[in-house]
């Protein structure tokens, strides 16, 4: 059973590009959460979501910032116009269902460089 | 809110002696707890999880917690380091009704030989 997928896994981007990144949760598992890791420091939450909807983004800023897990496909994280700020290591993490203390299991990350 | 703290940013032991890291939670409910490790440019595995079952809660690869609610504690230890226990460690919290984790600031474990 293959584990979280993320692409790509280095991003080099020039301020005011658009970043993708990429995320295939486990097999069998319909729920998708964002983390980002600042340089010497933990994760931090961004969103949750479940196919074609997004349940928390509580964590998301609130411009620039987008993600969605369509019905067919990978989760997608978009950063707008990126900034040297937005420089990190941005996590995946699925789970399989409906327990909301469930394990979730995180893919290797992208990390994103900003010049 | 919920928040966890990890005592210690850095942690150096000798290969072969015990290895405790050290984390506090504040929650108003009860909580679900886990340790992760990240080692470095990997991604987080998950080392083990407390959800209000048994108290001491036994780990991958030697590491176990034990959860004291009277000191809001969550301490992780090893009997005995390994080289290849050398990582980042974060202690995560999370709660009933809500998936978001909430990540410390993690602890980077060294051995030395």
């Not at chain 1, 293959?2 to 005011?16: C, E, I, K, S, W």
């Not at chain 1, 998708?32 to 964590?59: A, C, T």
């Not at chain 2, 108290?55 to 090893?78: D, P, R």
Request: charged fraction near 20%.
């Amino acid at each position: 059973n293959a584990g979280v997928m993320q692409n790509p896994r280095h991003l080099v981007r020039r301020r005011g590009q658009e970043a993708r990144l990429r995320c295939s949760p486990m097999k069998g598992h319909s729920h998708v959460y964002w983390y980002r890791q600042l340089p010497e420091e933990g994760l931090k939450f961004m969103v949750y979501l479940q196919k074609e909807n997004i349940i928390d983004e509580s964590g998301m800023p609130k411009e620039r910032f987008s993600a969605e897990f369509p019905k067919e496909g990978p989760s997608i994280l978009r950063i707008q116009q990126v900034v040297r700020g937005d420089s990190a290591a941005y996590f995946c993490a699925s789970s399989p269902g409906d327990a909301t203390q469930e394990t979730q299991y995180f893919g290797p990350g992208t990390r994103l460089l900003v010049l | 809110a919920q928040s966890v703290t990890q005592l210690d940013s850095h942690v150096s032991v000798s290969e072969g002696t015990p290895v405790l890291l050290r984390c506090n939670y504040s929650s108003s409910y009860s909580p679900s707890l886990f340790w992760y490790v990240q080692h470095p440019n990997k991604g987080l595995q998950l080392l083990l999880k407390y959800t209000s079952a048994a108290t001491l809660v036994k780990g991958i690869n030697g590491f176990e917690a034990e959860f004291k609610k009277s000191e809001t504690s969550f301490h992780l230890t090893k009997p005995s380091a390994h080289m290849s226990d050398a990582a980042e460690y974060f202690c995560v919290v999370t709660y009933t009704g809500r998936r978001a984790l909430t990540f410390g600031s993690g602890t980077r474990l060294q051995v030395q030989p």
